[in-house]
């Protein structure tokens, strides 16, 4: 039972990751500075999404990258579907990019950390 809660646990974080999403992406566009450097909207996807990766890569455990990824991508696309619905916002092809390339950084790095940890020497 013990190491059901300890796994149950470990969707917190990309639940919370999740959510931080969706909340960010339901204020209305106005609400936000119009910063004018082009393309830096799109570094903002990618550094949402690369925790979401990596915490849904660790929540589902080694050798499910391409799902955690997957899952990442899709959370991307249905938040830019929910976007068509907040005022002063409009999904994004370019933005899903990023948000793919994101989550795709986040599997990434959380898999080099863990074969990293693989060939570190027993003490």
């Known amino acids: 039972m013990a190491n059901t809660r ?4 470990r969707w917190l974080w990309p639940l ?8 960010l992406s339901s204020r209305p566009g106005s609400d936000y500075p119009d910063v004018p450097l082009p393309g830096l909207d799109k570094v903002v996807h990618f550094a949402l999404y690369a925790p979401l990766g990596a915490a849904l ?3 589902m455990g080694p ?6 990824w997957g899952g ?3 959370w991307g696309i249905g938040d830019e579907i929910h976007q068509a619905y907040v005022p002063h916002r409009s999904p994004s092809v370019g933005d899903m990019v990023a948000d793919a390339a994101g989550a795709a950084a986040g599997v990434w790095v959380l898999s080099r950390r863990r074969a990293a940890r693989r060939m570190r020497p027993a003490s």
Request: glycine letters at 16%; charged letters at 10%.
């Open 6 to 9: 300890c796994r149950a646990g």
């Open 16 to 23: 919370a990751q999740a959510v931080l999403i969706f909340l």
């Open 63 to 68: 050798g499910r990258g391409l799902l955690a």
């Open 72 to 74: 990442g991508v899709l």
């Open 57 to 59: 890569s660790y929540a």
